[in-house]
Nanobody
Framework: QAQLTESGGRLVQAGGSLRLACIAS????????MGWFRQTPGKDREFVAG????????TYGDSVKGRFTISRDNAKNMVYLQMNSLKPEDTGTYYC????????????????WGQGTQVTVSS
């Protein structure tokens, strides 16, 4: 079982940068591919970025490609989301999630979720 805790969300101006972090409890972190999703009120959770167990492959949602970068540090049980060139439409609650072994892009593929961290981008 894994517990995930996000941090780093805050208010930032459009064009700015922010780095989110997620720490995972448990010894089996290396066995999980990790993802970031985001959600705004009234909308479904949107896939933002994902990274394989070893960190050797990543994938991104179309709306963040070229601006966001996902990375992980397996020695520290950490996964990060570097967000650059932020836009007001990036505003939302960002969730860290874990899926056993195989990287996915669908919400229902992910087994463990954090509580979320709020990102607000002002125009």
């Amino acid at each position: 079982q894994a517990q995930l805790t996000e941090s780093g969300g805050r208010l930032v101006q459009a064009g700015g940068s922010l780095r989110l972090a997620c720490i995972a409890s448990g010894r089996a972190f290396i066995k999980y591919a990790m993802g970031w999703f985001r959600q705004t009120p009234g909308k479904d959770r949107e896939f933002v970025a994902g990274i394989t167990m070893a960190g050797d492959s990543t994938t991104y949602g179309d709306s963040v490609k070229g601006r966001f970068t996902i990375s992980r540090d397996n020695a520290k049980n950490m996964v990060y989301l570097q967000m650059n060139s932020l836009k007001p439409e990036d505003t939302g609650t960002y969730y860290c999630a874990a899926v056993l072994i195989r990287l996915g892009v669908r919400e229902d593929e992910y087994r463990y979720w954090g509580q979320g961290t709020q990102v607000t981008v002002s125009s």
